[in-house]
């Protein structure tokens, strides 16, 4: 298997840009989670998703944030305007049902926002 | 106060030596205790983990949780330069909310 696949893998941008980051996971997984780590908060859970139905976003941190999971196989976070405080790593990982303590991380896409 | 600590080091050790690292919890329903390591520039990848209490090992590497203490612990015996990574903790509930702690860096030196 490929693994979760994240795109792109850096993004360089300027403040009030729009920001798409893309995610493929794991074939079979149920669950899609988006994270975001930076050095001051360390890695912190933004938005969910089972079965392609968001479940829990109390992490994303301003309405400037949005997610989907258009289907099974993709989803995107998105951010508009971005911020130079949106600067990060953003991971995607997925998991089955179940067994949520295996969480499998892509490689994380490196934002920063001039 | 942070539902997760962990002391980020760095922590410096000699090939071959014990490597200990921890965590300690204030949310006393975790239930699922997670260990990740995350090599530079890469994303998490799962250590170890345990439900509940007690210990779990699995080769090189042992696992211990108090529920009591809310405190755990990941050791590494006869530690290997390729061991230098950031090891996470994490923690959850059962609701699929994994909480991390800020990571530890460690170099084992050749």
């Known amino acids: 298997d490929a693994g979760v696949i994240q795109s792109p893998r850096h993004e360089v941008t300027e403040m009030g840009q729009e920001v798409t980051l893309r995610c493929k996971p794991i074939?079979?997984?149920?669950?899609l989670f988006w994270y975001r780590q930076t050095m001051m908060r360390g890695l912190e859970l933004l938005i969910y998703f089972n079965n392609n139905v968001p479940i829990d976003d109390s992490g994303m941190p301003e309405d400037r944030f949005s997610a989907k999971m258009p289907n099974a196989s993709f989803s995107t976070l998105k951010i508009q305007p971005s911020e130079p405080r949106d600067s990060a790593v953003y991971f995607c990982?997925?998991?089955?049902?179940?067994?949520?303590?295996?969480?499998?991380f892509g490689p994380g896409t490196r934002l920063l926002v001039l | 106060q942070k539902e997760v600590e962990q002391d980020p080091g760095p922590l410096s050790v000699p090939e071959g030596a014990i490597v200990s690292l921890n965590c300690t919890y204030s949310?006393?329903?975790?239930?699922?205790f997670m260990w990740y390591r995350q090599y530079s520039r890469k994303g998490p990848e799962l250590l170890m983990y345990t439900y509940s209490s007690g210990n779990k090992e699995d080769g090189r590497f042992t696992a211990q949780v108090d529920k009591s203490s809310k405190y755990i612990s990941l050791f590494i015996r006869d530690s290997q330069p390729s061991d230098s990574a950031t090891y996470l903790c994490?923690?959850?509930?059962?609701?699929?909310?994994?909480?991390f702690g800020a990571g530890t860096t460690v170099t084992v030196r050749a």
């Open positions: 990982a997925s998991s089955f049902e179940g067994v949520q303590e295996t969480q499998y």
């Open positions: 994490a923690m959850s509930a059962g609701d699929y909310k994994l909480s």
């Open positions: 949310n006393s329903a975790f239930q699922y």
């Open positions: 074939s079979g997984h149920d669950y």
